[in-house]
């Protein structure tokens, strides 16, 4: 039987998007072989890869800090509610 246990997305413009490991299989690597994956094709293309991660979200910076990739800024999310 096949499972997604791992996916990303990248936007038109390069940003990393989502990255999501369905918890039966994280702690595996297979968040960091996507995301390392997406900064690749990113990169080809002649783009800088960049993203935004969630304040708080330690977990996710360690990962992408692990990639080489640096903190910029910070940036807040607005919305309607």
Known sequence: QRELASFG????????????????????????????????????????????VVRGNQPSVDLVESLGMRRIRPADWIGVR
């Not at 990393?16 to 994956?37: K, W």
């Open 9 to 52: 997305v990248t936007h038109a413009d390069g940003a990393l998007g989502i990255l999501h490991t369905e918890p039966p299989f994280r702690r595996r690597g297979l968040g960091r072989e996507v995301l390392a994956g997406l900064i690749r094709a990113v990169q080809e293309r002649g783009w800088a890869a960049y993203g935004h």
